[in-house]
Structures are given as structure tokens and as C-alpha cells.
């Protein structure tokens, strides 16, 4: 299983970017994915998460901004994010908790980031 995030770059403050991230590989099932993010000298933190059922949870501080959504057809996620700010700057990285024919109780998988920056 591999998790493969896309559409960073770069983009002036007030901007917007769409980052996907998508899932391949035995998957069975697809119970939740989350986006969370890395800036420089700082902890990784969350920034959106989504259930296959489309219940989302959100940062304090993206929320009216940014918005996840789930294609569970295509076992790919996005995140909208929409009037970026310079501290959005950040390594953003997708997470999913994917159940295989392996293993049916499930892994948390991480994919390699994605560099967001956001010039001011």
C-alpha cells in the first residue's frame, strides 16, 4: 500500500492550491485519511481529517479555508485550500488508515510529503 500526495507549489497570500492525495496497492477498505502538515522548526500537525463516511474534522486554524473531501471510488482524498496565508507554509503530509486482505484490523499509513509555500 502507498499513499501519494500531490499539488503543492508555490502561491502568493489570498491564493489557492488543491492537494490529493491518493491510496494504491490490496487495499480493502479505506476507514479514514487526514492531511496534516510540518513547517520548518516546528511538530507536525493535524490540519483536516475525513472518514470514508465524510465526517471531517478541521484545525482551528484552517477552518472556514480549507476544505477535505474523500473520492472513496477512486481511494483518493483532497484538500481545498482556499485564502492561503504565509503560515501555511508548510511540508503537508497524508495519512490513512487502510485495511488489507493481510491485514483486516488495519495500518496507518503516511505518504511522503508535499511542499506547500505561500509567499507574502
Known amino acids: 500500500v502507498q499513499l501519494q500526495a500531490s499539488g503543492g507549489g508555490l502561491v502568493q497570500a489570498g491564493g489557492s492550491l488543491r492537494l490529493s492525495c491518493a491510496a494504491s496497492?490490496?487495499?480493502?477498505?479505506?476507514?479514514?485519511m487526514g492531511w496534516y502538515r510540518q513547517a520548518p522548526g516546528k511538530e507536525r500537525e493535524l490540519v483536516a481529517t475525513?472518514?470514508?463516511?465524510?465526517?471531517?474534522n478541521y484545525a482551528d486554524s484552517v477552518k472556514g479555508r480549507f476544505t477535505v473531501s474523500i473520492d472513496n471510488a477512486k481511494n483518493t482524498m483532497y484538500l481545498q485550500m482556499n485564502i492561503l496565508k504565509p503560515e501555511d507554509t508548510a511540508v503537508y503530509y497524508c495519512?490513512?488508515?487502510?485495511?488489507?486482505?493481510?491485514?483486516?484490523?488495519?495500518?496507518?499509513?503516511w505518504g511522503k510529503g508535499t511542499l506547500v509555500t505561500v509567499s507574502s
Open positions: 495519512n490513512a488508515l487502510i485495511l488489507t486482505m493481510m491485514i483486516p484490523s488495519g495500518l496507518r499509513y
Open positions: 475525513i472518514t470514508s463516511g465524510g465526517a471531517t
Open positions: 496497492g490490496s487495499i480493502f477498505r479505506i476507514n479514514d
